[in-house]
């Protein structure tokens, strides 16, 4: 149980373009998703954080209108990064918390997007 | 603030050899979770362990054992008899503060290479 899918899992798209990246929780409900950015050789660095149905809470020095973030059930949450540049290349990963459960959290796989 | 400090950045060993992982923690509240995370190559994290604050018992799980000690603030991770298969990085990470949105904090990770 608890599992956690991201979709895509690899992305190219080349600068200006815009990629979505869906993060699933399959087999439970998830109340809050944190999304997490990764820099090779680097740490998880908190991007937001988004309670379904309302609007996601922002990390100091993420841009609100760049990184768009949608929880609208309680399976999913999406990542949209805008008008996309090389330096937003990096391993994008989720994570789902149960409902009730705040100390828990499930990580999905990973996003690596790589912006040409 | 919490922080979460890995002094260790790589560390190579052969194999069968035993290895200890370092994680020194600050916080300010008294109730919070320290866990440890696995990212082999493929970049999925792997949960290891999670221990509340309350609970100083330490823990073996077959080869991997935790130490905690509240006294200075460490949560240290041991692999005994290494194998190749634990090369990774490897996260020490801390959420604080009971709520719908606990946040993790993670250190900057330990990339164990195990020589065969």
Request: hydrophobic share 35%; charged share 20%; with cysteine.
């Amino acid at each position: 149980g608890a599992v956690v899918s991201q979709h895509p899992s690899w992305v190219i798209c080349k600068s200006g373009t815009s990629v979505k990246i869906e993060c699933r929780s399959l087999d439970f409900q998830a109340t809050t998703m944190f999304w997490y950015r990764q820099f090779p050789k680097q740490s998880l660095m908190l991007m937001a954080t988004s309670n379904e149905g309302s609007k996601a809470t922002y990390e100091q020095g993420v841009e609100k209108d760049k990184f768009l973030i949608n929880h609208a059930s309680l399976t999913l949450s999406t990542l949209t990064v805008t008008s996309a540049h090389p330096e937003d290349s990096s391993f994008y990963i989720c994570s789902a918390q149960p409902g009730g459960k705040v100390y828990e959290q499930y990580f999905g796989p990973g996003t690596r997007l790589t912006v040409t | 603030a919490q922080k979460v400090t890995q002094a260790q950045t790589e560390i190579s060993v052969v194999e069968k050899e035993d290895v200890t992982l370092d994680c020194v923690y600050e916080t300010r509240d008294t109730t919070y979770y320290l866990f440890w995370y696995k990212q082999p190559p493929s970049g999925e994290l792997v949960f290891l362990i999670r221990r509340n604050s309350f609970d100083e018992q330490n823990e073996i799980s077959g080869r991997y054992s935790w130490n905690f000690q509240k006294s200075t603030s460490s949560f240290n991770f041991t692999i005994t008899a290494s194998q190749v298969v634990d090369s990774a990085v490897y996260f020490c990470a801390l959420s604080e503060a009971p709520g719908a949105n606990s946040k993790l904090t993670f250190g900057k990770g330990i990339t164990l290479s195990v020589r065969p």
